[in-house]
């Protein structure tokens, strides 16, 4: 068989038998992934890469392999679901970083986990300061999760009983420069219309937008291309540079 045929079969082999065995262990493959998960992904990766291109080995050799740890993988599955102490050995436990706004150092060391760290993850959940936490946690899937201090934490229209309506989508009426023409059809929107509250906005051309949007109340939200700012915050330790624009 020529070569290139026969890399060309292996790989769609390849292909389907990982996606097959995605498919019978679920979706933390894909999603959520554990440390189990992780490691079972890269073995069967690999396992799959070398029977796409490993052209001296029975092809069936590497299908076995790939059938023992999709079973294996499945077998630990179920016992994490009967057994609590292998699935706290396969899948790990959470463990509190922060508690009362205070970061608990030891826990941080034994994950090796730095500060860095915790704080990108914090900002990412709207934690800008670490003193109005009262518990973040590193979950097994490396999220952390986030409980603000009962003071700090955001009211709710539902908190304070006030009715609401509804909010949509913002609609994307232009990007990098480029008309939308779709969404502005399906808000009865023209171009004539775009083009004339961008100048009402100071903006004389679509190359000087870089994203506009239009919200279900109707306002116009526009970025552009090059924004004039006086300042602008800086979260790293680096020496300041030039104003960016």
Do not use: C
Not at 4 to 11: A, I, M, N, Q, Y
Not at 71 to 77: F, P, R, S
């Amino acid at each position: 068989m020529n070569p290139f045929l026969e890399v060309l079969l292996r790989s769609a082999g390849a292909f389907v038998g990982v996606v097959f065995i995605t498919r019978m262990v679920g979706k933390s493959q894909v999603g959520q992934l554990t440390i189990s998960d992780w490691v079972n992904g890269v073995v069967i990766g690999s396992i799959a890469a070398a029977m796409a291109v490993d052209l001296k080995t029975n092809v069936s050799y590497y299908v076995f392999s790939l059938f023992v740890f999709m079973v294996l993988t499945i077998t630990a599955q179920w016992a994490g679901l009967k057994f609590r102490p292998a699935h706290k050995m396969l899948n790990d436990e959470p463990t509190v970083v922060v508690h009362n706004g205070k970061i608990l150092e030891r826990n941080m060391e034994r994950m090796r986990y730095t500060v860095d760290d915790l704080t990108s993850q914090l900002r990412q959940k709207n934690a800008f300061n670490i003193a109005d936490v009262e518990f973040a946690v590193a979950e097994p899937n490396g999220e952390l999760s986030v409980l603000f201090k009962s003071q700090e934490a955001p009211l709710t229209p539902a908190d304070l009983n006030v009715p609401t309506k509804y909010r949509g989508v913002p609609s994307e009426l232009v990007i990098d420069g480029t008309i939308i023409k779709q969404n502005l059809k399906q808000n009865d929107l023209t171009e004539d219309w775009l083009l004339g509250e961008l100048k009402r906005q100071g903006i004389q051309s679509l190359k000087e937008v870089l994203y506009a949007s239009l919200d279900t109340d109707g306002n116009l939200y526009v970025d552009k291309r090059q924004d004039q700012m006086d300042y602008v915050q800086d979260v790293t330790d680096k020496m300041p540079n030039k104003m960016p624009q």
